[in-house]
C-alpha cells in the first residue's frame, strides 16, 4: 500500500520569500513521486519528477525537491515567491514501473502576498 | 499547452440528459486516463486504457461510461447523472502506464 501526505492545506508567504511546502509518504515499494501545480481553472502541470536518480530535483518555474528516504519526504521549495505561483500544488506517489496506481494527495493551496 | 485538449470546457446538463466529454492527446502516448476532481477530495481516477483496452475501472457507478476509440481519443458519455457528479473531468495521457502523465485542462460539469 502506498499514500501520501501533504502537511498544510494552506500556505501563505510574501512575495520574494521562499517557499516550502511540505509532503511524507509511504509506499512498500522504492517510488516516483511527483508536485504538480493546478492553477485557478486550469489542469494539473508536471513540475517535476523523482525517479530514483539524483535526489534532488530541479523543476520548472524555479522549484526544487529533495527526496529524503530517511525521512520519507519530499519537500518542495523556491527561494524565492513569485505572484505567479500561488495555486493550489499536489504531491503523488507511484508505484514503480510496470504497475499502475497514482496516489494524490489532498493538495496545499499556496497564497503570495504582494 | 500540454498536448491534452478537452471539450467542452464547461457543461450544464438537467439528470435526464445524454452528453459526451472529448479528450483529444497529441503526444503519441499510448494511455489515457479519466479523472474526477470534487471540490476537498483527493482527485479520484475513474478508467485507465492502454492500447484503446480498458485496463482499469475503480467501481465508477454505470452512468459513467468510457470509449476508446483509438489511442488518441477518448471519451466520457454521461447519462441520467445526479447532482453529486457535478465536479472537474480531467483526462490525461501517458506513454505507457508507468509512465508519467500530462494532464488536460479539464471539463467542468454541472448537474442540475
Known amino acids: 500500500a502506498q499514500s501520501v501526505t501533504q502537511l498544510d492545506s494552506h500556505v501563505s508567504v510574501s512575495e520574494g520569500t521562499p517557499v516550502l511546502l511540505r509532503c511524507n509518504y509511504s509506499?512498500?515499494?522504492?517510488?516516483?513521486l511527483f508536485w504538480y501545480v493546478q492553477h485557478p481553472n486550469k489542469g494539473l502541470q508536471l513540475l517535476l519528477k523523482?525517479?530514483?536518480?539524483?535526489?534532488l530535483v530541479k523543476g520548472i518555474n524555479g522549484f526544487e525537491a529533495e527526496f529524503k528516504k530517511s525521512e520519507t519526504s519530499f519537500h518542495l521549495t523556491k527561494p524565492s515567491a513569485h505572484m505567479s505561483d500561488a495555486a493550489e500544488y499536489f504531491c503523488?506517489?507511484?508505484?514503480?514501473?510496470?504497475?499502475?496506481?497514482?496516489?494524490f494527495g489532498s493538495g496545499t493551496r499556496l497564497q503570495v502576498q504582494p | 499547452e500540454t498536448g491534452v485538449t478537452q471539450t467542452p470546457r464547461h457543461l450544464v446538463m438537467g439528470m435526464t440528459n445524454k452528453k459526451s466529454l472529448k479528450c483529444e492527446q497529441h503526444?503519441?502516448?499510448?494511455?489515457m486516463y479519466w479523472y474526477k476532481q470534487s471540490a476537498k477530495k483527493p482527485l479520484e481516477l475513474m478508467f485507465v486504457?492502454?492500447?484503446?483496452?480498458?485496463?482499469e475501472n475503480n467501481s465508477v457507478p454505470s452512468r459513467f461510461s468510457p470509449e476508446c476509440p483509438n489511442s488518441s481519443h477518448l471519451f466520457l458519455h454521461l447519462h441520467t447523472l445526479q447532482p453529486e457528479d457535478s465536479a472537474l473531468y480531467l483526462c490525461?495521457?501517458?506513454?505507457?502506464?508507468?509512465?508519467?502523465?500530462?494532464f488536460g485542462e479539464g471539463s467542468w460539469l454541472t448537474v442540475v
Open positions: 490525461a495521457s501517458s506513454q505507457d502506464v508507468s509512465d508519467t502523465i500530462y
Open positions: 509506499s512498500s515499494y522504492s517510488p516516483s
Open positions: 523523482y525517479t530514483s536518480a539524483a535526489t
Open positions: 503523488v506517489v507511484s508505484k514503480p514501473a510496470g504497475r499502475r496506481a497514482l496516489t
Open positions: 503526444l503519441g502516448h499510448n494511455a
Open positions: 486504457y492502454s492500447l484503446e483496452e480498458r485496463v
